[in-house]
């Protein structure tokens, strides 16, 4: 009874009473959202810190991976030098031989195409058989009236009586070379040990017989340019020169060195031209048979590597066997 007469007759009090029951729940619920802020406050920061230490980390590895990969790049380039260095020091020279090999098998096949074809036209189909017949400078005529025989002079005075010419082709040859001189005439200068090997084979040899080799099939040819000269001023064109070697190679190099030292060209190397390359010692023996018959000089040329030379060959005029060295002959196997 009291209060509702207190709340009758005070309404004011009683809204001051309501009011201060709703600021109190206010004033809770702010502390409630006050602590939960605080709470989500630290979580979030944790998960800053997180991310921080993972981005940290990656950053870590990625700086490490990188310090590895410039190291292995820098042990990959050191073995690099060092294989280059090694294939340079080995094989660099050995390479550059095989390539001169290659080009000079090519120049002999080219050119044997071309004389093949050339000669499949005159072909005998008949084989004929090798006759070998006696050098001139090894006969004796007899007179058989008279019973008399006529001596042949001895064989190391055959080019005495063509001595001043050789001498002053030897001349010419220790000058300056002549790179523009006529085809069929050397075009290199020799040194004075080529030029007393040239002269022991002229007057000492009488044109036949071997020779030490020069040390390698480059001086060889040369040398031999040299000769082929000399019998070019001799005789002209009534001799053919009959280079012999067994391997397809070995005729490139005397076909690409007589080539440069003698200014000739590819038609200067055939069956019916200057120069003709062998690779069996038949073939020679019935060629120089065939020049003698036409009246005409053969001059055989036997490469360093072959290591015998056949009897019915040193029964010829002039020939040339190069004697080469068991350390060439070994090397020259090796790179064919």
Do not use: H
Not at 18 to 39: E, F, G, L, V, Y
Not at 137 to 152: A, H, M
Not at 260 to 273: A, C, I, K, Y
Request: hydrophobic share 35%; net charge negative.
């Amino acid at each position: 009874m009291k209060n509702t007469e207190i709340s009758k007759n005070n309404p004011e009090k009683e809204l001051k009473i309501d009011n201060s029951i709703s600021n109190d729940k206010k004033d809770q619920i702010s502390n409630k959202n006050t602590t939960q802020n605080k709470k989500i406050a630290p979580r979030k920061d944790k998960q800053i810190k997180s991310l921080d230490e993972i981005s940290k980390e990656i950053f870590s590895d990625l700086v490490s991976k990188k310090d590895s990969l410039a190291k292995e790049i820098k042990e990959l380039e050191t073995k690099k030098f060092e294989l280059e260095k090694d294939i340079d020091s080995n094989f660099k020279g050995q390479s550059d031989n095989i390539a001169k090999r290659v080009k000079g098998f090519q120049e002999y096949l080219t050119g044997a195409l071309q004389n093949l074809s050339q000669s499949v036209e005159k072909l005998e189909l008949v084989s004929q058989p090798i006759i070998v017949k006696p050098s001139p400078l090894d006969e004796k005529k007899q007179d058989i009236s008279t019973g008399k025989i006529d001596n042949v002079p001895a064989i190391s005075e055959t080019f005495k009586p063509d001595e001043q010419i050789i001498k002053n082709c030897f001349l010419t040859f220790t000058e300056q070379p002549d790179f523009y001189a006529e085809p069929w005439k050397l075009r290199r200068s020799l040194d004075a040990s080529d030029i007393e090997t040239m002269d022991d084979w002229f007057f000492n040899l009488g044109g036949r017989g071997s020779l030490e080799s020069r040390g390698s099939r480059q001086k060889n040819a040369l040398l031999s340019a040299g000769l082929i000269s000399i019998l070019g001023e001799l005789y002209g064109d009534q001799f053919q020169t009959l280079i012999l070697a067994s391997q397809p190679e070995r005729l490139g190099e005397w076909r690409r060195i007589l080539q440069d030292s003698l200014g000739l060209t590819r038609d200067d190397f055939g069956p019916n031209s200057g120069i003709v390359l062998f690779e069996r010692p038949e073939g020679v023996i019935e060629r120089a048979d065939r020049l003698e018959a036409n009246e005409e000089l053969p001059f055989i040329i036997i490469d360093a590597a072959e290591r015998s030379v056949e009897i019915p060959i040193i029964q010829f005029p002039l020939w040339l066997a190069f004697a080469g060295s068991d350390s060439e002959i070994y090397d020259d196997l090796e790179l064919n």
